[in-house]
T-cell receptor
Framework: KQEVTQIPAALSVPEGENLVLNCSFT??????LQWFRQDPGKGLTSLLL?????REQTSGRLNASLDKSSGRSTLYIAASQPGDSATYLCAVWRNNDMRFGAGTRLTVKP | NAGVTQTPKFQVLKTGQSMTLQCAQDMNHEYMSWYRQDPGMGLRLIHYSVGAGITDQGEVPNGYNVSRSTTEDFPLRLLSAAPSQTSVYFC????????????FGPGTRLTVL
């Protein structure tokens, strides 16, 4: 059974800092991995999608990497801003089933 | 495009009552799915559909039914609500089941007393 773990569960940083969020999964036979952002009381917004054949994806200040063999992905946020405060979730996709981590709650202080 | 819409936003039920959570998308996506999100846990897949007339179970299907009579709509039915079904429910869709970004609705917060 696929299990997805995100560490840390919560993170607080000052504005301007670069930071890394971690995601690990137990079964490396995945089709893709996706990072989402969730604001309080809201739905999920897709940030980055990495196909199983890819190593990384970039969008603006965000960079996500994927190492299937070790079952790990990282989300790098450069020059963090208060508007980045949210919960970040990773999810892995296989056989019509998407498994989510519990998320990392990020707070960026002005 | 309205994207993925869900109704209602909030609902309170008594144990044993039944209800239907509505989900619709206007992007002509083939794949649609339902998740529940509980505190401290990730989203868990309840049911999914890869096209009109085709549905299948996810990780936590017990107590829920789905049908997919059109590409646009994918309602989730609670047959006999239980307090354990208190949760936030999200509907999602994507163009194709495997390789595409999933788009999520805003969620329905359900409380079962």
């Amino acid at each position: 059974k696929q299990e997805v773990t995100q560490i840390p569960a919560a993170l607080s940083v000052p504005e301007g800092e670069n930071l890394v969020l971690n995601c690990s999964f137990t079964d490396s036979a995945i089709y893709n991995l996706q990072w989402f952002r969730q604001d309080p009381g809201k739905g999920l917004t897709s940030l980055l999608l990495i196909q199983s054949s890819q190593r990384e994806q970039t969008s603006g200040r965000l960079n996500a990497s994927l190492d299937k063999s070790s079952g790990r992905s990282t989300l790098y946020i450069a020059a963090s801003q208060p508007g980045d405060s949210a919960t970040y979730l990773c999810a892995v996709w296989r056989n019509n089933d998407m498994r989510f981590g519990a998320g990392t709650r990020l707070t960026v202080k002005p | 495009n309205a994207g993925v819409t869900q109704t209602p936003k909030f609902q309170v039920l008594k144990t044993g009552q039944s209800m239907t959570l509505q989900c619709a998308q206007d992007m002509n996506h083939e794949y649609m799915s339902w998740y529940r999100q509980d505190p401290g846990m990730g989203l868990r897949l309840i049911h999914y559909s890869v096209g009109a007339g085709i549905t299948d179970q996810g990780e936590v299907p017990n107590g829920y039914n789905v049908s997919r009579s059109t590409t646009e709509d994918f309602p989730l039915r609670l047959l006999s609500a239980a307090p354990s079904q208190t949760s936030v429910y999200f509907c999602a869709s994507s163009p194709y089941r495997v390789a595409d970004t999933q788009y999520f609705g805003p969620g329905t917060r359900l409380t079962v007393l």
